[in-house]
């Protein structure tokens, strides 16, 4: 099946530093991907729809200047968290979808953010 | 009242036990995902479905479009099917973007 990675799988940081999550499809060509957290114990929470060459949607109560997404290629999009705070502190997680694809999507193995 | 409600919130069974996990929706769907999460926290699509039934080894998925039910049923359940387990819908207006259920954490003992 379609294989999704995500780089880093953990980091920490201190507070008020921005932190890079990578989210590649590697042998197909996702024009729409998503980012979700999740809190422990929870379901995932979709936080935008990000599509190549364009801005990302966000959902309702996500602060795009907080969370910025960058779709640049067909097989990267990429999350910023700014000025990350201790409560920014969850399991990131997109997924991918690829053209024509009838409504799958591929999920990354997620990232795990520690904000200190 | 969720959009899409998943029953048992939890499970535990027994080695080798027959499982159903269930799934009811209340919007009307193009496609229901069954999903399996591992304590590690990667998610792993299992499978996706707007008819019928499929099945994949010891994973059997079921529909019924008119009463808005899924199941997905264990055979031969196993300690390493211990996960959670998560069904999410997506709509023919909402494309690929799903609406997921609040997920039934699975354990099997050995």
């Known amino acids: 099946g379609a294989v999704v990675s995500q780089h880093p799988s953990r980091v920490i940081c201190k507070s008020g530093t921005s932190v890079k999550i990578e989210c590649r499809s590697l042998d197909f060509q996702a024009t729409t991907m998503f980012w979700y957290r999740q809190f422990p114990k929870q379901s995932l929470m979709l936080m935008a729809t990000s599509n190549e060459g364009s801005k990302a949607t966000y959902e309702q109560g996500v602060e795009k200047d907080k969370f910025l997404i960058n779709h640049a290629s067909l097989t990267l999009s990429t999350l910023t968290v700014t000025s990350a705070h201790p409560e920014d502190s969850s399991f990131y997680i997109c997924?991918?979808?690829?053209?024509?694809?009838?409504?799958?999507?591929?999920f990354g193995p997620g990232t795990r953010l520690t904000v200190l | 009242k969720n959009e899409v409600e998943q029953s048992p919130q939890n499970l535990t069974a027994q080695e080798g036990e027959f499982i159903t996990i269930n799934c009811s929706y209340s919007v009307g769907i193009s496609a229901l995902h069954w999903l399996q999460q591992h304590p590690g926290g990667g998610i792993v699509s299992l499978f996706m479905l707007s008819s019928g039934k499929k099945k994949h080894g010891r994973l059997i998925a079921t529909i019924n479009i008119q009463e808005k039910h899924s199941s997905l049923h264990i055979t031969a359940s196993h300690p390493r099917d211990s996960a959670v387990y998560i069904c999410a819908g997506s709509t023919k207006t909402s494309g690929s973007r799903l609406t997921f259920g609040e997920g039934t954490q699975l354990t099997v003992n050995p």
């Open positions: 997924s991918a979808s690829p053209p024509g694809g009838h409504n799958e999507q591929f």
